[in-house]
């Protein structure tokens, strides 16, 4: 799997687990703990997907 498949299957779990966190009446310790896996699997992904921007920008040059 490569950089991009990597990191749009991250961020697209990172949005799912927001909007669960949006739509379903949870209590605050399972709320936190979605939201915080929600935070991380966006921030992972935006990683994966700026990573092979830059690889890509560097074949260019």
């Not at 950089?3 to 949006?22: C, E, N, Q, R, T």
């Not at 739509?23 to 939201?35: D, E, M, N």
């Amino acid at each position: 799997m490569n950089h991009v498949s990597k990191g749009i299957l991250f961020v697209l779990g990172g949005v799912i687990f927001l909007l669960l966190s949006f739509i379903l009446p949870l209590p605050t310790p399972l709320w936190a703990v979605i939201l915080s896996a929600s935070i991380v699997l966006n921030c992972t992904g935006t990683v994966f997907l700026v990573r092979f921007v830059k690889s890509s920008e560097g074949e260019k040059e």
